[in-house]
């Protein structure tokens, strides 16, 4: 990733409005801030969020609260417990999350 063009800055997400997104169950909320082409985000799933479609899209994803399972296309599936990540590249390999108890995350795609 080549990061250029960002000067210095500080973000409080709990300044940063939060935009609802809903999945095949529960909700999503996102806290984002893009920086040219990198968009940055706290994520908050609800108990029980179960994503609504498989995502492409690579992300760098860090675990602070809760239990996030991913489920892979092929068939894998991983769990990230506080302080787990994961990253994947665009187009790489197609996921999707859920919870039971609720997520809280850090983004980076």
Same mark, same amino acid.
């Given at each position: ?5 960002? &000067? ?9 409005? &939060? ?7 529960? =909700?999503?909320?996102?806290r984002?801030?893009?920086?040219? &082409? ?8 609800? &108990?029980?969020?179960r ?9 760098? =994803? ?37 919870t ?7 983004i980076?795609?």
């Open positions: 990733m080549q990061i250029s063009g960002i &000067p210095f800055g500080v973000t409080d997400w709990s300044q940063v409005a &939060p935009t609802e997104h809903g999945g095949e169950s529960g =909700l999503a909320y996102w984002a801030r893009q920086f040219g &082409p990198i968009r940055v985000r706290m994520v908050e799933y609800t &108990p029980g969020y994503a609504d479609h498989w995502c492409d899209k690579g992300h760098i =994803l860090l675990c602070i609260e809760g239990v996030l399972h991913t489920e892979l296309e092929d068939g894998r599936s991983i769990t990230l417990m506080p302080g787990m990540s994961y990253q994947v590249a665009d187009g790489a390999e197609p996921h999707r999350s859920s039971e108890t609720g997520a809280k995350l850090f980076v795609d």
